[in-house]
T-cell receptor
Framework: NAGVTQTPKFRVLKTGQSMTLLCAQD?????MYWYRQDPGMGLRLIHY???????AKGEVPDGYNVSRLKKQNFLLGLESAAPSQTSVYFC????????????FGEGSRLTVL | DQQVKQNSPSLSVQEGRISILNCDYT??????FLWYKKYPAEGPTFLIS?????DKNEDGRFTVFLNKSAKHLSLHIVPSQPGDSAVYFC???????????FGKGTTLSVSS
């Protein structure tokens, strides 16, 4: 059982480049989330989805877009990367609303030069 | 404005002793609290949770205490083991919310 899988695990971008992070879960969860973790800042919510075809903004959504075309996948896009987006990105999923346990992926480390 | 605060960035304890990690929150609408543990280069993993209708929840060596009047919760680890060395995140949610709000984390170091 793979759980939550993120690809790629590492990526280096130049300022202005675009990229997409893919999150896939095999637990049939309705809810999916993208968080970023920065030193001294904890985990901050970027965007989330409460079901296939839905997305919503979190605490720090600027500069990111997301899509949930299939229930098992949640994509995070950076249209024009900036050095401030250098971070570790975590995808998570859950069966129900936030009283339930979130299952996290291993993280994707993104560096923007 | 932080809704979930972990004011101690780090904590060091000796093996066998008790570790106490603290968390404060400001939103009185939070009704569910969770603790996550994170090792380097891994994703956070769920540790223990507590509903706002309770004041204590215990799971093996881990106990979470909730003081609603003080808007404070704590995680007790007894006895502490070197394998407990990790970053611990406190998180909270409310009925209207659909995502957890996390604190900044506390790095626990348990020495043998």
């Amino acid at each position: 059982n793979a759980g939550v899988t993120q690809t790629p695990k590492f990526r280096v971008l130049k300022t202005g480049q675009s990229m997409t992070l893919l999150c896939a879960q095999d637990m049939n969860h309705e809810y999916m989330y993208w968080y970023r973790q920065d030193p001294g800042m904890g985990l901050r919510l970027i965007h989330y989805s409460v079901g296939e075809g839905t997305t919503a903004k979190g605490e720090v959504p600027d500069g990111y877009n997301v899509s949930r075309l299939k229930k098992q996948n949640f994509l995070l896009g950076l249209e024009s990367a900036a050095p401030s987006q250098t971070s570790v990105y975590f995808c998570a999923s859950s069966y129900s609303r936030s009283t339930g346990e979130l299952f996290f992926g291993e993280g994707s480390r993104l560096t923007v030069l | 404005d932080q809704q979930v605060k972990q004011n101690s960035p780090s904590l060091s304890v000796q093996e066998g002793r008790i570790s106490i990690l603290n968390c404060d929150y400001t939103n009185s609408m939070f009704d569910y609290f969770l603790w996550y543990k994170k090792y380097p280069a891994e994703g956070p993993t769920f540790l223990i949770s507590i509903s706002s209708i309770k004041d204590k929840n215990e799971d093996g060596r881990f106990t979470v205490f909730l003081n609603k009047s003080a808007k404070h919760l704590s995680l007790h680890i007894v006895p502490s083991q070197p394998g407990d060395s990790a970053v611990y995140f406190c998180a909270a949610s409310n009925q209207a919310g659909t995502a957890l709000i996390f604190g900044k984390g506390t790095t626990l170091s348990v020495s043998s």
